[in-house]
């Protein structure tokens, strides 16, 4: 079997959120901050420490290196919480509240199965911790959340080989919160009959 090349945790959840977020940042390595990352930067503060050690009993890992040779991922866990028995729990941060499709879940869905590589444990569950809200929001890593997380990395995988960076979604609700709306100019790329036209004139050389 080939050795894969290795795509990031976060990939999945940009790409499930747009891949063309996707793209612009995991192949043509742009990123900007906005005050929604910033926040984000922010909420990650303490579990970026790396830092470890028992918390009510519990052995606790923050920032913990993951990776699965099977699916060819790597990254980290924001925090990954070990039970009793050595059972690996996640748990995912995350500034904003709860999104609407599973974006956040995927991420998480990839981290345990990275862990069960690693450890050789099941991971049922895992959490969704909401700092806008303080609260922690329990993930069951069912098998419906593991095959489609699974799908989305070989769309992922396939998105950057091509090398191709896909149209602007069509959700233009979620421009508006994404920190690279100005590099992607979803409202210009997106008018294609416009771009289209303009092709087709750019190198007319008009008579004197």
Not at 79 to 85: H, I, Q, R, S
Not at 148 to 155: D, F, N, R
Request: charged share 25%; aromatic share 6%; with cysteine.
């Amino acid at each position: 079997m080939p050795e894969l090349h290795p795509i990031m945790l976060s990939a999945l959840q940009h790409y499930s959120y747009c891949p063309r977020q996707c793209a612009l940042i995991h192949q043509e390595q742009i990123f900007e901050d906005n005050v929604f990352t910033i926040r984000g930067h922010l909420a990650h503060e303490r579990v970026d420490s790396g830092e470890s050690g028992m918390e009510y009993g519990v052995r606790v890992e923050r920032a913990l290196p993951l990776f699965s040779e099977r699916l060819g991922l790597v990254g980290k866990a924001d925090v990954v919480e070990f039970l009793a028995d050595g059972t690996p729990y996640p748990v995912e941060y995350k500034q904003g509240k709860r999104q609407q499709k599973l974006h956040d879940e995927v991420q998480l869905a990839a981290q345990a199965l990275c862990l069960e590589e690693m450890t050789g444990k099941p991971v049922p569950e895992g959490a969704i911790y909401h700092h806008k809200t303080r609260r922690r929001r329990v993930v069951a890593i069912d098998t419906a959340l593991r095959e489609h997380t699974i799908a989305l990395v070989q769309q992922v995988r396939d998105l950057l080989a091509s090398g191709v960076i896909p149209a602007p979604t069509s959700e233009r609700a979620l421009c508006q919160n994404c920190s690279l709306i100005d590099a992607c100019q979803p409202d210009l790329v997106g008018k294609t009959a416009t771009l289209a036209r303009l092709h087709q004139h750019l190198f007319v050389v008009e008579d004197e």
